[in-house]
């Protein structure tokens, strides 16, 4: 659609791991019990991602981006955070198969 505006939600995928990859590195996962700095990480990690939806929505309704753009930029974040979820389902467990020996 001629428009570079959705391009700034780039910035949200490249977010949206850190916080909880620095929490598995900072908390032993021995305890049973919920941890705050896990569950901060978990907090801000969805904040981004509602950020990263609601970006698109924001510049559709300031005209800045059609709809149609918006509504491509929505299913391509469902797309990314469907991977980068699974990508943390697969490989996130501490047994022999994990990406943290890489």
Known sequence: FSQYWPLFVLFFYILSPI?????R???DD??????A?????IFL???IVVSAFGLPIVFARAELIYWGACALVLTGNTV?????LGFFLVF???DDFSWQQW
């Open 30 to 35: 021995t305890d049973a019990t919920s941890n």
């Open 80 to 84: 990314i955070f469907a991977t980068i």
């Open 19 to 23: 916080p909880y990859c620095i929490a």
């Open 25 to 27: 590195r900072l908390v």
């Open 92 to 94: 996130g467990s501490n």
């Open 45 to 47: 990690t969805t904040g």
């Open 37 to 41: 700095c896990k569950e901060l990480a």
